[in-house]
């Protein structure tokens, strides 16, 4: 079983704020990196680090961390935001690595 | 351009050995690791393991530790993951990525490769 935990599902307005969170013990000493999938495709990463986003990925991405919980938050959705959203990061014994357990986000 | 090129979708017996592959290109294959990372029909993804292709180091998951075999050929770029007795719950896409680790706390896969479909069947 993943030690990231994610809500299953989250729905979002289109251009309307959304939340993802990752829960864990490992996320209070290691950053999380966080992961796209749509149907059909491999995942695409869109925020690594603090709050780094790759070439390509839209500025209304971004990423936080307090304590256990990493954040993805995704400003002003839009209807190419709707997709599979993956957390990752160390275990909690710090020596492998996770992914959480999913999210999925409908833009509404 | 980074790319990560793997090979095609297998369809094996149950019992049978495989070897798929996964060719980096655009980047030094050497100084990166490679991870692979599974995903079962309508589940989320599973890392695997990585490997190091500069020296071999490996490092797999305690899920997969003795189930699959984690390799690199770097004289052709190349990082492979392998079955010796394939196993219906073997059935699954499977990507490789482009691992990076920094001190600070910092890992992410970037870029992926496009998958392998593995499906185990009699």
């Known amino acids: 079983s993943s030690e990231l935990t994610q809500d299953p599902a989250v729905s979002v307005a289109l251009g309307q704020t959304v939340r993802i969170t990752c829960q864990g013990d490992s996320l209070r000493s290691y950053y999380a990196s966080w992961y796209q999938q749509k149907p059909g495709q491999a995942p695409v990463l869109v925020i690594y680090?603090?709050?780094n986003r790759p070439s390509g990925i839209p500025d209304r991405f971004s990423g936080s961390s307090s304590g256990n919980t990493a954040s993805l938050t995704i400003t002003g959705a839009q209807a190419e935001d709707e997709a599979d959203y993956y957390c990752n990061s160390r275990d909690s014994s710090g020596n492998d690595y996770v992914f959480g357990t999913g999210t999925k986000v409908t833009v509404l | 351009e980074v790319q990560l090129v793997q090979s095609g979708a297998e369809v094996k017996k149950p019992g049978e050995s495989l070897k798929i592959s996964c060719k980096g290109s655009?980047?030094?294959?050497?100084?990166?690791?490679i991870g692979w990372v599974r995903q079962m029909p309508g589940k989320g993804l599973e890392w695997m393991g990585i490997i190091y292709p500069g020296d071999s180091d490996t490092r797999y998951s305690p899920s997969f530790q003795g189930q699959v075999t984690i390799s690199a050929d770097k004289s052709i770029s190349t990082a492979y993951l392998q079955w010796s007795s394939l196993k219906a719950s073997d059935t699954a896409m499977y990507y490789c990525?482009?691992?990076?680790?920094?001190?600070?706390?910092?890992?992410?896969?970037?870029?992926w490769g496009q998958g392998t479909l593995v499906t185990v069947s009699s």
């Open positions: 655009g980047y030094s294959f050497t100084s990166y690791w």
């Open positions: 680090g603090k709050n």
């Open positions: 990525a482009r691992h990076f680790v920094k001190s600070g706390g910092e890992n992410w896969f970037d870029p």
